[in-house]
């Protein structure tokens, strides 16, 4: 192989990884969207039907999810968007988000295992 072949291969893959990662995280964050919807329809169909008191709390930790959701999707658009010398520090940044989402869930689950408000 040639000097010059080698330079050719080494960006193509770098942009397979990239975009090989990007296909999975869009995967993760359509199947957290469908567990969101469940979990948020499940909290308001028990406060609707009083196993549940309707909160603040409860709805600003409903809130918290939907934004940190949010956050961690326009990370992924930033990392997709992002060049072959950005993507891998644009990953640990859409990482943090995903952590952020993990933590609003548990944090929800939990208000919601305790009947807290």
């Known amino acids: 192989m040639h000097k010059h072949e080698l330079k050719r291969q080494v960006p193509f893959n770098r942009i397979s990884e990239k975009a090989a990662y990007s296909k999975a995280a869009r995967k993760k964050l359509i199947e957290l969207r469908a567990k969101l919807d469940g979990v948020t329809f499940i ?8 196993r549940l008191p309707p909160s603040t709390q409860l709805d600003q930790a409903l809130e ?7 956050a961690a999707e326009a990370q992924l658009r930033t990392l997709q968007k992002s060049g072959e010398d950005e993507w891998e520090e644009q990953r640990t940044e859409l990482e943090s988000e ?13 208000r919601f295992a305790d009947g807290t408000s």
């Open 43 to 50: 909290v308001r169909q028990a406060t609707e039907t009083g």
């Open 64 to 70: 918290a999810m939907e934004v940190n959701y949010a």
């Open 98 to 110: 995903w952590e952020n989402l993990a933590h609003s869930i548990k944090r929800l689950v939990a």
